[in-house]
């Protein structure tokens, strides 16, 4: 998708023409997988632009919305597991052990153990 180029830079230089640029993207389908590639890429929490951007993509009926929407009320979880100090790579979970593991991980970070 062309949002890749776009988005492997900081998300700084993005973050603000990102929205500009879906506005003039008449293809419905073609804007909510921008939108999913945006929020999947951008970082959390998420700032103003990026929140309104993923609110943008509510108002369509379309089975893509539904991942979107998954997305959107997931960034809670993903502050948690995109944090740099667990060394979570979600996108990399595929087996329950790497599942089980991962509290080990935030544990592990937080050094909760040490007394």
């Known amino acids: 998708m062309a949002s890749n180029n776009l988005i492997k830079y900081n998300e700084e230089y ?22 999913k590639e945006i929020l999947e890429n951008a970082h959390v929490p998420w700032c103003d632009t990026i929140r309104r951007i993923g609110q943008s993509a509510l108002q369509y009926s379309l089975p893509l919305v539904l991942d979107i929407k998954d997305i959107f009320e997931n960034e809670p979880r993903l502050v948690v597991l995109r944090n740099p100090k667990y060394k ?16 080990l991980k935030i544990v592990d970070a937080r050094t909760l153990f040490d007394v």
Request: aromatic content about 6%; glycine content about 0%.
């Open 14 to 35: 993005w973050v603000e023409i990102v929205e500009i640029i879906l506005k003039y993207i008449s293809s419905v389908k073609i804007k909510l997988e921008a939108i």
């Open 88 to 103: 979570i790579k979600e996108k990399q979970i595929t087996t329950i052990n790497e599942v089980i593991c991962m509290p």
